[in-house]
Protein backbone atom coordinates (compact mmCIF):
# COMPACT_ATOMS: atom_id res chain seq x y z
CA UNK A 1 0.00 0.00 0.00
CA UNK A 2 1.00 3.51 -1.01
CA UNK A 3 -0.39 6.70 0.86
CA UNK A 4 -0.44 9.88 -0.34
CA UNK A 5 -0.59 13.59 0.59
CA UNK A 6 -0.90 16.94 -1.29
CA UNK A 7 -0.17 20.46 0.19
CA UNK A 8 0.46 23.70 -1.05
CA UNK A 9 -2.44 24.71 -2.54
CA UNK A 10 -4.01 27.63 -1.90
CA UNK A 11 -5.50 30.95 -3.81
CA UNK A 12 -3.06 32.78 -6.05
CA UNK A 13 -3.51 35.94 -8.33
CA UNK A 14 -3.00 35.14 -12.31
CA UNK A 15 0.72 35.27 -13.23
CA UNK A 16 1.70 33.96 -9.60
CA UNK A 17 3.19 30.61 -8.46
CA UNK A 18 2.41 27.76 -6.23
CA UNK A 19 4.07 24.82 -5.65
CA UNK A 20 2.37 21.50 -4.37
CA UNK A 21 4.39 19.07 -2.64
CA UNK A 22 2.87 15.32 -2.55
CA UNK A 23 4.63 13.07 0.86
CA UNK A 24 4.33 9.65 -0.26
CA UNK A 25 4.55 6.68 2.34
CA UNK A 26 4.34 2.83 2.03
CA UNK A 27 5.81 0.17 0.82
CA UNK A 28 8.40 0.61 -2.18
CA UNK A 29 7.45 3.95 -2.90
CA UNK A 30 10.05 4.87 -4.72
CA UNK A 31 9.60 2.09 -7.14
CA UNK A 32 6.60 4.05 -8.12
CA UNK A 33 6.44 6.62 -11.51
CA UNK A 34 4.19 9.67 -10.31
CA UNK A 35 1.83 11.54 -11.56
CA UNK A 36 -0.32 14.60 -11.34
CA UNK A 37 -3.73 15.27 -12.66
CA UNK A 38 -5.98 18.06 -12.16
CA UNK A 39 -10.33 18.22 -11.82
CA UNK A 40 -11.55 21.22 -12.48
CA UNK A 41 -15.46 21.99 -10.98
CA UNK A 42 -17.78 20.34 -13.31
CA UNK A 43 -14.87 18.41 -15.45
CA UNK A 44 -13.17 15.35 -15.50
CA UNK A 45 -10.38 14.86 -13.85
CA UNK A 46 -7.16 15.30 -16.53
CA UNK A 47 -3.55 14.59 -17.03
CA UNK A 48 -1.01 17.29 -15.73
CA UNK A 49 2.47 15.91 -15.82
CA UNK A 50 4.51 12.70 -15.00
CA UNK A 51 7.71 11.40 -13.86
CA UNK A 52 9.42 8.04 -13.94
CA UNK A 53 10.64 6.64 -10.79
CA UNK A 54 14.54 7.84 -11.40
CA UNK A 55 12.94 11.09 -12.07
CA UNK A 56 14.99 10.99 -15.34
CA UNK A 57 11.92 11.54 -17.63
CA UNK A 58 8.85 14.01 -17.01
CA UNK A 59 6.16 14.26 -19.61
CA UNK A 60 3.82 17.50 -19.10
CA UNK A 61 0.61 18.26 -20.73
CA UNK A 62 0.54 20.72 -23.58
CA UNK A 63 -1.88 22.90 -21.63
CA UNK A 64 0.62 23.32 -18.81
CA UNK A 65 4.31 22.94 -21.29
CA UNK A 66 6.24 25.60 -20.19
CA UNK A 67 4.94 26.51 -16.92
CA UNK A 68 4.77 23.69 -14.58
CA UNK A 69 7.53 21.52 -13.65
CA UNK A 70 7.32 17.91 -12.19
CA UNK A 71 10.23 16.78 -10.24
CA UNK A 72 10.65 14.56 -7.37
CA UNK A 73 13.22 13.82 -4.66
CA UNK A 74 13.05 10.06 -3.54
CA UNK A 75 15.44 10.63 -0.46
CA UNK A 76 12.30 12.34 0.92
CA UNK A 77 9.74 10.33 -0.77
CA UNK A 78 8.02 13.52 -2.01
CA UNK A 79 7.18 14.37 -5.39
CA UNK A 80 6.43 18.21 -6.71
CA UNK A 81 4.85 20.67 -9.13
CA UNK A 82 6.02 24.30 -9.39
CA UNK A 83 3.32 26.13 -11.18
CA UNK A 84 4.44 29.61 -12.46
CA UNK A 85 2.39 31.57 -14.89
CA UNK A 86 -0.73 30.51 -13.32
CA UNK A 87 -4.10 31.46 -15.04
CA UNK A 88 -7.25 30.93 -13.65
CA UNK A 89 -8.11 28.08 -16.21
CA UNK A 90 -5.78 26.37 -13.96
CA UNK A 91 -8.19 26.27 -10.96
CA UNK A 92 -8.91 22.97 -10.27
CA UNK A 93 -8.62 20.63 -7.73
CA UNK A 94 -5.05 18.59 -8.22
CA UNK A 95 -4.32 15.40 -7.25
CA UNK A 96 -1.02 13.44 -6.77
CA UNK A 97 -1.25 9.60 -8.12
CA UNK A 98 1.30 6.72 -7.73
CA UNK A 99 1.44 4.14 -10.85
CA UNK A 100 3.23 3.30 -14.21
CA UNK A 101 4.54 6.14 -16.37
CA UNK A 102 1.50 7.59 -18.89
CA UNK A 103 -1.07 10.61 -18.76
CA UNK A 104 -4.30 7.58 -17.81
CA UNK A 105 -6.14 7.20 -14.86
CA UNK A 106 -5.82 3.40 -15.17
CA UNK A 107 -2.28 3.59 -15.36
CA UNK A 108 -1.96 5.26 -11.41
CA UNK A 109 -2.74 2.42 -8.48
CA UNK A 110 -2.89 4.84 -6.10
CA UNK A 111 -4.26 8.25 -5.39
CA UNK A 112 -4.00 11.33 -2.62
CA UNK A 113 -6.89 13.23 -1.37
CA UNK A 114 -6.34 16.55 -3.78
CA UNK A 115 -5.25 19.88 -2.71
CA UNK A 116 -7.31 22.87 -4.53
CA UNK A 117 -5.65 25.56 -6.10
CA UNK A 118 -7.90 28.77 -7.21
CA UNK A 119 -6.14 31.27 -9.43
CA UNK A 120 -8.15 34.68 -9.39
CA UNK A 121 -8.51 36.84 -12.11
Known amino acids: QVQLVESGGGLVQAGGSLRLSCAAS????????MGWFRQAPGKERKFVAT????????YVADSVKGRFTISRDNAQNTVYLQMNSLKPEDTAVYYC??????????????WGQGTQVTVSS
Open 97 to 110: AAGTWGTMENGYDY
Open 26 to 33: GRAVNTYA
Open 51 to 58: ITWSGTAT
